[in-house]
Nanobody, 115 residues
């Protein structure tokens, strides 16, 4: 079983920055991909960024150039540095960790960008 817990959300003004963190814990060894999705009110959950254990990063077009994903495999932790935030980035951000073909999700952290 893998438990995933996010932290670091909050309220920020347009143009500001936030850093999200996500830690996976439990009985496992060697997580595969870890990453971030988000869901805005009335919209479907969408990929923001994901990173494999080997270091390959994939970003949504909306995140390219503004967001940076990184991870510490030894700590089973993934981070999302978000810069130049826009009101349209407002959403609940969910962390996901993949292990043995299963996707484990956190409960989400709210990010609100005020205009």
């Amino acid at each position: 079983q893998v438990r995933v817990v996010e932290s670091g959300g909050g309220l920020v003004q347009t143009g500001g920055s936030l850093r999200l963190s996500c830690a996976a814990s439990g009985t496992f060894f060697g997580l595969n991909a870890m990453g971030w999705y988000r869901q805005a009110p009335g919209k479907q959950r969408e990929l923001v960024a994901i990173m494999t254990s080997g270091g390959v990063r994939t970003y949504a077009d909306s995140a390219k150039g503004r967001f940076t994903i990184s991870r510490d495999n030894a700590k089973s932790t993934v981070y999302l540095q978000m810069n130049s935030l826009k009101p349209e980035d407002t959403a609940v951000y969910y962390c996901t960790a993949q292990f043995r073909g299963y996707d484990y999700w956190g409960q989400g952290t709210q990010v609100t960008v005020s205009s």
